[in-house]
């Protein structure tokens, strides 16, 4: 077996100060943590259920510490369970299933519980999840899944019916500053041996480096005290948290949800016409490490799809954009983004071209490929011609209103109305040179009923 069950269960006291401070000071009680109150609070569900020993299989998503491992040790201490960690990016599935068959059998041996921690769950592919399924179903284990991704999109439905999804937030900056005063306090687990005084503003600066991390915030801590311990100060100042700190760490996942989460707020503050949030975004999105031209392939989407031809310079400047960034570079193309950006926010908004193609491909895949119009059709050869091709066809530059009245759609669809411009920007021009088009073929069909009458 490639891990005992049977051996003595981990313990949380670590020795006094081994390992990070993160572990150290982990909390070892529901009273203990900060933050998640709709969770563990009072009238949080999983006090509850922890109370009537009554804790079913979890899935716990949140963004890195956020708290999802400490719980589910709190979890197995509360309920007399056997914890049992992996992670997903470390173990493969045929760890997991010894230790499921170990379970199983203290279950019947001993009637004790083993509470089964995967961190980073969404790493299983959803052949490997199935796994889990009858363990979890007979009672085996109590699982614990972990994921900082939207389990919805990453974890098998059979799986994830059998669970309750618990979400976690990322912990605000008060909560932060609390750890971390804690811990400076703490003469066990914490740094309070050192000696050294934080003040306020490096606390806050600490806590707003950390972006809603509690791993981040302590490890960025403890490395500041120790190195003022270590250059024999009592004190550590803002301006030393933030040299060691040297960049600000945005949490961000190219391949992640926080990815899409970040585009999407791009995306939509555009459309809202709002273009301090659409820089704020922009700017989010590039010093987190994105590709600044993912972005601007993103902006010229958006030029057609919710600007379309209100403005017509919007896809124009995104074009633009997007070239100037391929020929400058970082930082100097960026600001050619941040300008697209604002034109686009102030642009006139309009989902017709986007809303026109919907239909046109929707009335494609619904209908049979209906046959082209003989009068559209080309006649290139004698025999094309002999058998109807091109007839009825009027070249719209011989007559005097330049157009020849032709129905171009097929006959099934005559009269299909795809595009519908709103009346914002330069669409109210097209859609008075569309009035004017349609009531100018209707008349030259009309003209010509009447000649072909006897």
């Excluded at 769950?121 to 399924?133: C, K, P, S, T, V």
């Excluded at 595009?419 to 008349?443: C, I, K, T, W």
Aim: glycine share 8%; proline share 5%; charged share 25%.
């Amino acid at each position: 077996m490639d891990r005992g069950l049977f051996d003595p269960p981990e313990t949380d006291t670590p020795s006094t100060h081994s390992g990070p401070l993160a572990d150290r000071i982990r909390p070892r009680q529901l009273d203990e943590i900060v933050g998640q109150d709709a969770v563990v609070g009072e009238a949080g569900f999983l006090r509850r259920a922890i109370t009537a020993d009554r804790v079913p299989s979890l899935l716990f998503w949140g963004p890195p510490g956020s708290g999802k491992t400490t719980i589910a040790r709190i979890i197995a201490r509360e309920t007399s369970s056997l914890f049992v960690p992996f992670s997903a990016v470390t173990s493969g599935i045929k760890d997991v299933k010894g230790v499921m068959a170990d379970a199983a059998r203290l279950r019947l041996a001993q009637g004790t519980r083993t509470l089964l921690f995967i961190d980073e769950i969404h790493r299983f592919n959803r052949a490997q999840q199935d796994a889990f399924l009858p363990y979890v179903e007979r009672g085996d284990i109590i699982l614990i899944g972990a994921t900082t991704e939207n389990p919805s999109f990453q974890v098998n439905a059979a799986l994830l019916s059998r669970c309750r999804v618990v979400v976690l937030e990322a912990l605000g900056v008060d909560e932060l500053e609390r750890l971390m005063r804690r811990a400076l306090t703490d003469s066990t687990r914490g740094l309070a041996r050192f000696e050294v005084a934080v003040d306020s503003d490096a606390l806050a600066a600490i806590a707003q480096l950390a972006s809603g991390d509690a791993r981040k915030a302590l490890n960025l801590l403890e490395l500041a005290v120790e190195d003022a311990a270590g250059q024999g100060k009592a004190s550590v100042a803002v301006g030393e948290v933030t040299a060691l700190a040297q960049r600000k760490v945005l949490l961000y996942d190219r391949s992640g949800e926080e990815h899409f989460n970040l585009i999407s707020a791009l995306h939509k503050s555009l459309r809202e016409s709002d273009p301090d949030a659409a820089l704020y975004w922009l700017a989010r999105m590039l010093a987190a490490g994105e590709d600044p031209l993912y972005v601007a392939r993103r902006m010229i989407r958006f030029a057609s799809e919710d600007i379309g031809l209100a403005d017509p310079q919007a896809l124009t400047q995104a074009l633009a954009a997007w070239d100037a960034y391929r020929k400058l570079g970082s930082p100097e193309g960026e600001l050619a983004l941040a300008q697209a950006v604002i034109y686009m926010a102030l642009a006139p908004k309009s989902n017709s071209v986007y809303s026109a193609y919907g239909a046109v491909r929707r009335t494609i895949e619904e209908r049979p490929a209906d046959p082209v119009p003989m009068a559209v059709r080309n006649a290139p050869t004698k025999l094309m011609k002999s058998v109807g091709y091109g007839r009825g066809h009027v070249y719209a530059h011989a007559t005097n209103d330049g157009m020849g009245g032709m129905e171009c759609l097929p006959e099934a669809l005559a009269g299909s109305r795809f595009y519908q411009p709103r009346d914002v920007g330069f669409e109210r021009e097209l859609a008075s040179r569309l009035d004017a088009f349609r009531e100018l073929r209707a008349r030259i069909r009309s003209e010509s009923v009447d000649k072909s009458s006897p």
